[in-house]
Nanobody, 125 residues
Framework: QVQLVESGGGLVQAGGSLRLSCAAS????????MAWFRQAPGSEREFVAG???????AYSDSVKGRFTVSRDDAKNTMYLQMNSLKPEDAAVYYC???????????????????WGQGTQVTVSS
Protein backbone atom coordinates (compact mmCIF):
# COMPACT_ATOMS: atom_id res chain seq x y z
CA GLN A 1 0.00 0.00 0.00
CA VAL A 2 1.34 3.39 -0.95
CA GLN A 3 1.89 6.02 1.71
CA LEU A 4 0.96 9.50 0.65
CA VAL A 5 2.10 12.81 2.10
CA GLU A 6 0.24 16.05 1.46
CA SER A 7 1.84 19.50 1.65
CA GLY A 8 1.36 23.06 0.51
CA GLY A 9 -1.53 24.17 2.65
CA GLY A 10 -1.64 27.47 4.48
CA LEU A 11 -3.52 30.67 5.11
CA VAL A 12 -4.62 32.69 2.09
CA GLN A 13 -7.02 35.56 1.50
CA ALA A 14 -10.20 35.01 -0.44
CA GLY A 15 -9.42 35.23 -4.14
CA GLY A 16 -5.90 33.95 -3.65
CA SER A 17 -4.18 30.78 -4.80
CA LEU A 18 -2.40 27.78 -3.35
CA ARG A 19 -0.80 24.69 -4.86
CA LEU A 20 -1.01 21.47 -2.93
CA SER A 21 1.31 18.53 -3.49
CA CYS A 22 0.82 14.84 -2.81
CA ALA A 23 3.97 12.75 -2.77
CA ALA A 24 4.20 8.98 -2.65
CA SER A 25 6.67 7.15 -0.51
CA UNK A 26 7.42 3.47 -0.36
CA UNK A 27 6.74 2.84 -4.00
CA UNK A 28 6.07 4.61 -7.26
CA UNK A 29 2.63 5.79 -8.29
CA UNK A 30 0.59 3.02 -9.79
CA UNK A 31 -1.61 3.43 -12.84
CA UNK A 32 -4.62 3.83 -10.55
CA UNK A 33 -6.71 6.95 -10.20
CA MET A 34 -5.36 9.52 -7.75
CA ALA A 35 -7.73 11.94 -6.07
CA TRP A 36 -8.02 14.87 -3.73
CA PHE A 37 -10.62 15.03 -0.97
CA ARG A 38 -11.31 17.60 1.72
CA GLN A 39 -12.95 17.65 5.10
CA ALA A 40 -14.20 20.71 6.94
CA PRO A 41 -15.01 20.62 10.67
CA GLY A 42 -18.30 18.87 11.29
CA SER A 43 -18.57 17.68 7.70
CA GLU A 44 -17.91 14.43 5.91
CA ARG A 45 -14.87 13.99 3.71
CA GLU A 46 -15.81 14.95 0.18
CA PHE A 47 -14.35 14.42 -3.27
CA VAL A 48 -12.64 17.45 -4.81
CA ALA A 49 -10.79 16.26 -7.91
CA GLY A 50 -9.34 13.14 -9.45
CA UNK A 51 -7.05 12.19 -12.30
CA UNK A 52 -6.41 8.91 -14.06
CA UNK A 53 -3.35 7.47 -15.75
CA UNK A 54 -4.40 8.89 -19.11
CA UNK A 55 -4.55 12.38 -17.67
CA UNK A 56 -8.31 12.66 -17.69
CA UNK A 57 -9.65 14.59 -14.72
CA ALA A 58 -12.90 15.16 -12.87
CA TYR A 59 -13.98 17.81 -10.41
CA SER A 60 -16.73 18.47 -7.93
CA ASP A 61 -19.14 21.15 -9.06
CA SER A 62 -18.02 23.43 -6.25
CA VAL A 63 -14.44 23.68 -7.54
CA LYS A 64 -14.87 23.22 -11.29
CA GLY A 65 -13.22 26.05 -13.19
CA ARG A 66 -11.13 27.12 -10.20
CA PHE A 67 -9.06 24.05 -9.31
CA THR A 68 -6.78 22.01 -11.56
CA VAL A 69 -5.43 18.56 -10.73
CA SER A 70 -2.29 17.18 -12.36
CA ARG A 71 0.15 14.35 -11.82
CA ASP A 72 3.83 13.87 -12.56
CA ASP A 73 4.41 10.14 -12.40
CA ALA A 74 8.15 10.55 -12.93
CA LYS A 75 8.23 12.46 -9.64
CA ASN A 76 5.55 10.33 -7.94
CA THR A 77 3.68 13.52 -7.18
CA MET A 78 0.17 14.83 -7.74
CA TYR A 79 -0.77 18.49 -7.55
CA LEU A 80 -3.86 20.55 -6.92
CA GLN A 81 -3.69 24.13 -8.16
CA MET A 82 -6.36 26.11 -6.36
CA ASN A 83 -7.28 29.55 -7.68
CA SER A 84 -9.96 32.06 -6.71
CA LEU A 85 -10.19 30.52 -3.27
CA LYS A 86 -13.32 31.09 -1.23
CA PRO A 87 -13.86 30.84 2.54
CA GLU A 88 -15.95 27.71 1.93
CA ASP A 89 -12.85 26.01 0.46
CA ALA A 90 -11.27 25.97 3.92
CA ALA A 91 -10.69 22.40 5.04
CA VAL A 92 -8.08 19.73 5.57
CA TYR A 93 -7.14 18.40 2.14
CA TYR A 94 -6.19 14.75 1.64
CA CYS A 95 -4.96 12.75 -1.30
CA UNK A 96 -5.57 9.07 -1.88
CA UNK A 97 -5.22 6.30 -4.44
CA UNK A 98 -8.04 4.17 -5.80
CA UNK A 99 -7.75 0.57 -4.66
CA UNK A 100 -8.74 -0.77 -8.06
CA UNK A 101 -6.98 -0.67 -11.40
CA UNK A 102 -9.65 1.40 -13.10
CA UNK A 103 -9.56 4.53 -15.18
CA UNK A 104 -12.98 5.55 -13.87
CA UNK A 105 -12.66 8.43 -11.44
CA UNK A 106 -14.84 7.43 -8.52
CA UNK A 107 -15.93 9.90 -5.85
CA UNK A 108 -16.72 7.76 -2.81
CA UNK A 109 -14.04 7.61 -0.11
CA UNK A 110 -14.52 3.84 0.38
CA UNK A 111 -12.79 3.17 -2.94
CA UNK A 112 -9.58 4.86 -1.84
CA UNK A 113 -6.63 4.17 0.44
CA UNK A 114 -3.19 5.50 1.29
CA TRP A 115 -4.60 8.51 3.14
CA GLY A 116 -2.00 10.84 4.59
CA GLN A 117 -2.29 13.28 7.48
CA GLY A 118 -3.71 15.98 5.25
CA THR A 119 -2.77 19.61 4.82
CA GLN A 120 -4.80 22.49 6.26
CA VAL A 121 -6.14 25.20 3.96
CA THR A 122 -7.52 28.31 5.61
CA VAL A 123 -9.16 31.08 3.58
CA SER A 124 -9.81 34.44 5.19
CA SER A 125 -12.62 36.65 3.94
Amino acid sequence: QVQLVESGGGLVQAGGSLRLSCAASGRAFSRNVMAWFRQAPGSEREFVAGINWSGNSAYSDSVKGRFTVSRDDAKNTMYLQMNSLKPEDAAVYYCAEDRAATEIIRVATRYYYGWGQGTQVTVSS
